[in-house]
T-cell receptor, first 117, second 118 residues
Framework: AQKVTQAQTEISVVEKEDVTLDCVYETRDTTYYLFWYKQPPSGELVFLIRRNSFDEQNEISGRYSWNFQKSTSSFNFTITASQVVDSAVYFCALSEAPSSGYSTLTFGKGTMLLVSP | GAVVSQHPSRVICKSGTSVKIECRSL??????MFWYRQFPKQSLMLMATSNEGSKATYEQGVEKDKFLINHASLTLSTLTVTSAHPEDSSFYIC??????????????FGPGTRLTVL
């Protein structure tokens, strides 16, 4: 069975600080996908990144970066120089390779990030 | 690209009435759409998977007769909460995956519908 653990329930930082959101996953599959979504107060889930299990290269997109470590089953997300607009709930999710056309997502419980001015 | 809309964004209804929520993929075709519900300060819980032209697949514990799902076209899925009760009050979110292209395994989410049953 799949499982995603986001141990940090809530993180508070001051603007311009760097912050890392942790994500640890469990799966029996060798082929799987990892995702991060952002849910601002408005409620909509915004897709941030998708990573497949065969690609362990770290990725950077502006102030966002992701560290994928298969050895520790982790897919951590770092925001550099945080801004107030980064305040949101962030979800890490896992899906296994589909065997019949689609695959479902297993979500972590989310980490609420509060960035104060 | 990959925009998903939901309508209505917010609905308040009386207990016992039925409510229909629409989920549309605006700029892509979606063979598969998903329906989730989210309680305050909790994660998303998958309710059902909706495939165009076939019956939805419901997760364990979700009542099929209570939450009716129809996926009549490649761009529209609807969720009808029948005989709604206060305990059905929640945030309902849909997502869709592209039928073709490089992102067929990525779910794109709608803005959600907040249902309040009085």
């Amino acid at each position: 069975a799949q499982k995603v653990t986001q141990a940090q329930t809530e993180i508070s930082v001051v603007e311009k600080e760097d912050v890392t959101l942790d994500c640890v996953y469990e799966t029996r599959d060798t082929t799987y996908y990892l995702f991060w979504y952002k849910q601002p107060p408005s409620g909509e889930l915004v897709f941030l990144i998708r990573r497949n299990s065969f690609d362990e290269q770290n990725e950077i997109s502006g102030r966002y970066s992701w560290n994928f470590q298969k050895s520790t089953s982790s897919f951590n997300f770092t925001i550099t120089a945080s801004q107030v607009v980064d305040s949101a709930v962030y979800f890490c999710a896992l899906s296994e390779a589909p065997s019949s056309g689609y695959s479902t997502l297993t979500f972590g419980k989310g980490t609420m990030l509060l960035v104060s001015p | 690209g990959a925009v998903v809309s939901q309508h209505p964004s917010r609905v308040i209804c009386k207990s016992g009435t039925s409510v229909k929520i629409e989920c549309r993929s605006l700029d892509f075709q979606a063979t598969t759409m998903f329906w989730y519900r989210q309680f305050p300060k909790q994660s998303l819980m998958l309710m059902a998977t909706s495939n165009e032209g076939s019956k939805a697949t419901y997760e364990q514990g979700v009542e099929k007769d209570k939450f009716l799902i129809n996926h009549a076209s490649l761009t529209l899925s609807t969720l009808t909460v029948t005989s709604a009760h206060p305990e059905d009050s929640s945030f309902y979110i849909c997502s869709a995956t592209q039928t073709s292209g490089p992102r067929t395994d990525t779910q794109y989410f709608g803005p959600g519908t907040r249902l309040t049953v009085l």
